[in-house]
């Protein structure tokens, strides 16, 4: 994988199973509980599109402005100007539930080795180093990833007024 992830079957069919069940519960009109299941198949498959793409809709529904606002960035960092109609339609949920989250903070993330993969609540943000990402405040699990490296992670806290920094090595 592009940022370093190495997946085994397990998490495939985890991540197939767990995807499943999501999209049954969000026809049979469960949203909260298709979101909580998505949300959970992303520890499986952190670079799923389409898994984003559904917990963006979902948590709008949901008004989870947070976390549309974070799988929103998932969804676009993948996309990176494709996508189309989705794409468009992603990015304005983005901004719209920006407009309902009441503070934001930044966050940078360097790391040893220095293109570790990261993800922050296990969405993938791509390589370290990251700088200056707009998150809102809230309390973030980091972790990066590299092939032949350890994984490792660090909690960080995001504030309004002070940048904040994780460093994972």
Known sequence: HADGLIRTDEDGLAFTRLSNEGARHARAGSYRKAFETYEKALAH?????DLYYNLVALGEHLKEWEKVVLYAEGYE??????????AREVKAKAQAARKQVKAFGTLSVTATPPDAGVLINGVTFGKAPLVD?????????????????????VSVTVGAKEPATATLA
Do not use: C, W
């Not at 707009?134 to 590299?146: A, D, F, I, M, N």
């Open 45 to 49: 498959n952190a670079e799923e599109p």
């Open 77 to 86: 960092r993948f996309m990176q100007g494709h996508g189309g109609a989705e």
């Open 133 to 153: 990402l707009s998150l809102p405040v809230g309390t973030y699990h980091v972790s990066g990833h590299q092939k032949d490296f350890h994984k490792a992670s």
